[in-house]
């Protein structure tokens, strides 16, 4: 089943159950999948680009987040974390931060790097290898800890 047919389903239960904030996730993710389909010509988007969508508006909700957190908005904040518990809920499971030291320990092996100069070659092959199962931001520090 595609992420559209999933959202729509959702949608239906979250109309009758009268449940707001999912309903409010739910229709931004369904104009994001129209936009990405409309943006490409009306061509079919892969599970890819879904996956990278549904990333890029989780990735808006926490930084959101962590703005209205810092001026003390907790009912802004609210809305945020609602949103962003329903988007994760389409996202493929994130790699705990151990798990994502032991496969970056393997990359940095495998491209030779030693030093935070090679964080460049380390993070490209990571950034590939990792997609959808790790924020980019997770990598980059769990990067930096281990070639310092």
């Known amino acids: ?83 962003l518990a329903i988007l994760e809920r389409f996202l493929p499971r994130q790699m705990s931060a151990d798990e994502l030291k032991e496969v970056l320990k393997g990359i940095i092996t495998q491209v030779g790097a030693n030093s935070p100069t090679d964080m460049g070659k380390v993070m490209g092959v990571a950034s590939k290898q990792l997609a959808g199962q790790a924020d980019g931001k997770a990598i980059s520090e769990a990067v930096k800890q281990l070639l310092s």
């Open 1 to 83: 089943m595609s992420l559209e047919q999933k959202v729509m389903e959702e949608m239906k239960q979250a109309m009758k159950a009268k449940d707001e904030a999912t309903l409010r996730t739910l229709r931004a993710i369904k104009a994001g999948i129209l936009l990405e389909k409309t943006s490409e010509g009306g061509k079919e988007i892969t599970e890819a680009d879904e996956i990278k969508m549904l990333q890029k508006m989780a990735k808006q909700r926490r930084d959101s987040l962590d703005i209205f957190e810092k001026q003390n908005r907790e009912d802004l904040a609210a809305k945020e974390r609602e949103e």
